[in-house]
């Protein structure tokens, strides 16, 4: 037992080099870079829509299959109601034209209706979706986004969380509301007028501008955005409405994500 008393104090004195040796490693040394885990890619179709147009229906009734075939957090829809076949509230009728929706129109050169654009890779009939929708679903994200709201009344505030998961990205955020389950007339295929029919993903607002705001993420990086005192109209369902945010550049949207409120 004597022995264990003498050696023990030895043997610790003998380790204290090795603790010591530690701080000789530079702060950059003991710091590893480890590269964000891949995203897949979501998907936008911006759906040129209206309620006058008689075929517009079938692209609805497209964007439903393929969301039930990939996913509605894989496939997000946002029906714009834009251009002559599109009209605004009147005395008679609850439209769903937006000028919003018009300068896209008249930008990307809407030419008939229903057409619309995949991760705005170009103008596409809607019955040429699918294919394209395959192809980006197959690609990563260079960006992940994580979005939270919070209401007080009718009063709106959005934080969007962006992490740069691939090399650097340079670009735009841009933040739109929709609304689903809108119930107001519309032209149907057969040449009828359905006055109950039930609008899903309606486009209502840009909230940060008709082409949103410059941003620019490295990777491994973390930007945040914030945006306050978004007042939502009284004839707006808060219940129904939902956030999507989603970052392009000049190749298309990179990634793209919907919550609901």
């Known amino acids: ?10 043997y610790l004195f003998a380790l204290i080099p090795l603790f010591f040796s530690c701080s000789d490693i530079s ?7 480890v590269k964000p885990a891949e995203v897949s890619r979501c998907v936008l179709i ?15 009734d497209e964007i439903h299959r393929l969301q039930e075939q990939y996913g509605d957090d894989a496939v997000i829809s946002v029906a714009i109601h834009c251009g002559p076949l599109a009209f605004y509230t009147n005395n008679r009728f609850l439209g ?12 990307w050169k809407v030419e008939y209706q229903p057409i619309g654009q995949v991760n705005r890779t170009g103008l596409l009939d809607y019955t040429s979706w699918n294919g394209k929708i395959r192809e980006e679903l197959q690609k990563t994200a260079p960006v992940d986004i994580n979005v939270t709201s919070q209401l007080a009344g009718r009063t709106l505030s959005i934080e969007t969380s962006l992490m740069g998961i691939e090399e650097s990205f340079v670009g735009k955020l841009q933040l739109w509301l929709v609304e ?7 032209m149907m295929p057969d040449g ?27 990777e491994g990086e973390t930007v945040i955005r914030s945006h306050q005192d978004i007042t939502i109209p009284d004839d707006w369902n808060i219940d129904n ?21």
């Open 1 to 10: 037992m004597r022995r264990v008393k003498w050696f023990l104090p030895f």
């Open 27 to 33: 702060e950059d040394e003991r710091l590893i870079y």
């Open 46 to 60: 911006e759906d040129y829509t209206g309620q006058r147009c008689i075929n517009c229906p079938n692209a609805n």
């Open 96 to 107: 769903l034209r937006t000028e919003t929706g018009d300068e896209y129109y008249d930008y």
């Open 180 to 186: 689903d389950n809108i119930t107001a007339f519309q």
């Open 192 to 218: 009828s007028r359905q006055d109950d029919y039930l609008h899903q993903h309606v486009f209502r607002t840009a909230v940060n501008g008709t082409w949103g705001e410059d941003v620019s993420i490295g």
């Open 241 to 261: 409405l939902s956030v999507i945010a989603f970052v392009y550049d000049d190749k298309g949207v990179q990634q793209v994500r919907r919550i609901k409120l």
